[in-house]
């Protein structure tokens, strides 16, 4: 079953490279409302997710390359005790939200898997830029 799983995955994966969505406002989440959010003392913070190769913003979990044929097992691993409400934000940083290979996969694969309150960090440029410049928590 799991062989099928990252087939088909990666079936999907190939299927969504070269293709450069449009996001919706809905879809994104400002870079400055998600600092806010990480710096805020509330205990109902967004699960962060990088599924990419940059360095990780603060409180997010790694999962490596959202292209990856395994991607799908270490996702559904991170989320299994988290409920379908939970805010998730989603981030890889090597370009722009709007180019990155990483992005669209794991976006789809977190609706597949019912988690519908799920944004993309709107990164218009790259982490550098738009997240580590403007001195936004960071993992040390």
Not at 11 to 36: F, H, R, T, Y
Not at 71 to 91: C, D, H, P, Q
Not at 93 to 106: E, M, Q, R, V, W
Not at 126 to 134: E, G
């Amino acid at each position: 079953m799991k062989k099928l799983f990252a087939f088909l995955f990666s079936i999907s994966v190939l299927c969504s490279l070269g293709q450069n969505p449009e996001w919706k406002k809905e879809q994104l989440m400002p870079a400055k409302e998600l600092a806010d959010k990480i710096n805020a003392n509330t205990k109902d913070k967004p699960l962060i997710f990088n599924v990419g190769p940059m360095d990780n913003i603060k409180t997010a979990v790694s999962l490596g390359f959202a292209t990856n044929a395994t991607f799908g097992e270490r996702l559904k691993s991170a989320l299994t005790m988290e409920s379908k409400n939970k805010a998730i934000v989603v981030y890889c940083g090597c370009c722009s939200s709007k180019t990155c290979p990483n992005i669209k996969p794991a976006y789809d694969m977190l609706l597949s898997l019912g988690f519908k309150n799920t944004k993309i960090l709107d990164i218009p440029e790259n982490l550098k830029p738009d997240w580590v410049a403007k001195g936004y928590p960071m993992e040390k």
